[in-house]
């Protein structure tokens, strides 16, 4: 596929459980972003890698989330320990490099119970 | 830090007319890019135009267009000949000019825009 995918599309939680979400970046691209979208709002930034690197996670709202990107092209976000305030859509999007266009994925709704 | 502002939750347009979707922003910087982001129902979010701080004239894609006032801290977002289809969740969004580092961007809240017949 030539556009950013992301798994799974719908991931269901008990408060308390760990989750995994995965982002599959367009090819070759250097430059992958994590944004958190609550119901009826904009998307927040979260994090954002250039190739393996982490480098800038200011926007990740507590120590129970970390993000990954071991090879510098697969990502995952994991939130441990999930809060019902984690209910959101998590977005992925890549971009050939910084200052390019930002291509979006379809993102992953949580919904914690 | 910077933040962008929309004032209109839900806005609705017959088809073939014309509508304004406002946003206004706030930032120090005097070079930054602008956006405008369509999130269609249950779809992925796509870009729609983008305008350079630095450049004067206003940005056209076919039928949007945007009327940017840098010293108001403007930008609004005008869809000309509206059909069905763009019928979607429309997000303002500002960045900074890369540095190299985080070109991370910063939405609005979104306007919700509903066409009709």
């Known amino acids: 596929g030539a556009g950013v995918s992301q798994s799974p599309r719908y991931k269901v939680a008990k408060r308390g459980q760990d989750v995994a979400l995965r982002c599959d970046p367009i090819?070759?691209?250097?430059?992958l972003f994590w944004y958190q979208q609550a119901l009826g709002q904009g998307p927040e930034f979260l994090t954002y890698?250039?190739?393996?690197?982490?480098?800038?996670k200011s926007g990740l709202p507590s120590d129970r989330f970390f993000a990954e990107r071991p090879e510098g092209s697969v990502s995952t976000l994991k939130i441990q320990r999930t809060q019902q305030e984690d209910s959101a859509v998590y977005l992925c999007?890549?971009?050939?490099?910084?200052?390019?266009?930002?291509?979006f994925g379809p993102g992953t709704r949580l919904t914690v119970t | 830090a910077q933040t962008v502002t929309q004032s209109q939750p839900e806005m609705s347009v017959q088809e073939a007319e014309t509508v304004t979707l406002s946003c206004t922003y706030d930032?120090?910087?005097?070079?930054?890019?602008l956006f405008w982001y369509k999130q269609p129902p249950s779809r992925q979010m796509i870009l729609v135009i983008r305008?350079?701080?630095?450049?004067?004239q206003n940005a056209t894609e076919n039928r949007f267009s945007v009327n940017f006032q840098k010293a108001a801290k403007s930008f609004s977002l005008k869809i000309s000949d509206s059909q069905l289809g763009d019928a979607a969740m429309y997000f303002c969004?500002?960045?900074?000019?890369?540095?190299?580092?985080?070109?991370?961007?910063?939405f609005g809240t979104g306007t919700r825009l509903q066409v009709t017949l």
């Open positions: 999007a890549s971009s050939f490099a910084a200052g390019y266009e930002q291509y």
């Open positions: 090819s070759g691209h250097v430059s």
């Open positions: 890698f250039q190739n393996e690197a982490q480098l800038d």
């Open positions: 930032t120090s910087e005097s070079d930054y890019y």
């Open positions: 305008q350079e701080a630095y450049k004067q």
């Open positions: 969004a500002y960045r900074r000019p890369s540095t190299g580092t985080a070109s991370k961007l910063t």
